[in-house]
């Protein structure tokens, strides 16, 4: 059966009937084509799936598309503005933070919502909120750098 | 079919009506997993997500009062140390936003890490009904054996209740896993001691179900933490769990890791005890 789902997506309204058991990833993804978001491990391991909902970083692997009805979702095609890039996206380019790329877009949403939280995370902190998601090319580094650099500049 | 009240009275009534055949999902950090391995949900699930005020936390009497949808982030933020170090250890920021502690009681897997703090903090589940009410069962009482609790196919859970939180001498908790954060516990423990010297000891991992080491904390009784009773313990500790063979560990390293952890566990109470003294 489907779900008539009301929601509001990168600051769009969005209205559509959604099968009951679709994740919110395959949802994005397969119906309304943001491929932006990906999927990997599909059990909250990885972290490559997030988005964030409401501000807060969640696994869109592991959430049902039901299940955001009412609720604001924001992707990394949210993040940019036009053609201009959020900080946090320029500080990724800037210190060569990606590799293969598949885990950026989760990385992103990740430190985007740290930082909307507490632009003056220290690095614990910032660690600590980077910790579910996982980098396989083991760029840590440039990663965590990219993020303290936009903590700096404000405005992520 | 897909229900999503925004009252728990609602949902209550919903899980009344369908009984086994509809499933509650909470945070789905557990139950999607199965499904994107291919288990249906079923055909009814009762989704709690859209309850307002699930996530509440109130106070009554001196007792903190958890709503069942209340998340490991939540707890993380607690003033009740081995809770929120537990919450802290869950998964990652994206699982501990999503994730419920009725999720983690209701699913009741042996290594469930809020399953282990609230036993070693003398919690309580409510577990209500739609016409029958609600009833409070000790945590101790509600794991029945390997993924069974006492929840029966009609009820939801509803609260859990902490004891006297403000009065506790000093808590503590200890993980072993693999890695440091998206942790499945090999072993983790707890331990809470109240003013009356009364210590609550708590392995998760070692058994079909998240335990109280019962043998062992009387055993340790209410007096002194001496270097020779926290040795006794921990040899007590190691005799009483129930721990496997699997993929995770082997049965004999988590048998010594709750040795260990003991000594830990109750090194780290008596430093605290002795702070406050």
Redesign the interface.
Known sequence: ?A?HLECTINGSAVERDVP??V?LLSFLRDHLGLTGTKGAC????C?SC?VL?DD????S????A??V??RRVTTVEGLAHGDRLATVQEKFVETGAAQCGYCTPGLLM?AK?LLERNPDAGEQELR??L????CRCTGYASIVEAVQLAAREGNP | MFHRPATFAKALAIKADLGGRVTPLAGGTDLIVGLNRGTSLGEEVLDLSGVADYGDIDTENGSLLLRGGVTFARLARLDIRCLADAARSVGGPQIRNRGTIAGNLATASPAGDGSAALLALDAEVEISHATRGARWIKLADYFLEYRKTALGDDELISRIRIPAPDALEATAWYKIGKRGAVNISVVCAAAARWPDGRLCLAFGSVAPVPMRATETERLIGTGPLTEELIHQAAQCAMTEVRPIDDWRASADYRRAMCGVLTRRLLRAVRADSEGKG
């Open positions: 059966m779900w009951e058991d994740t599909l059990e909250g391991e972290g997030t909902l807060e970083p969640a696994c692997c592991l959430v049902l039901a299940q009805h009412g990740a919502a600590v909120a910790e579910g998601n996982i």
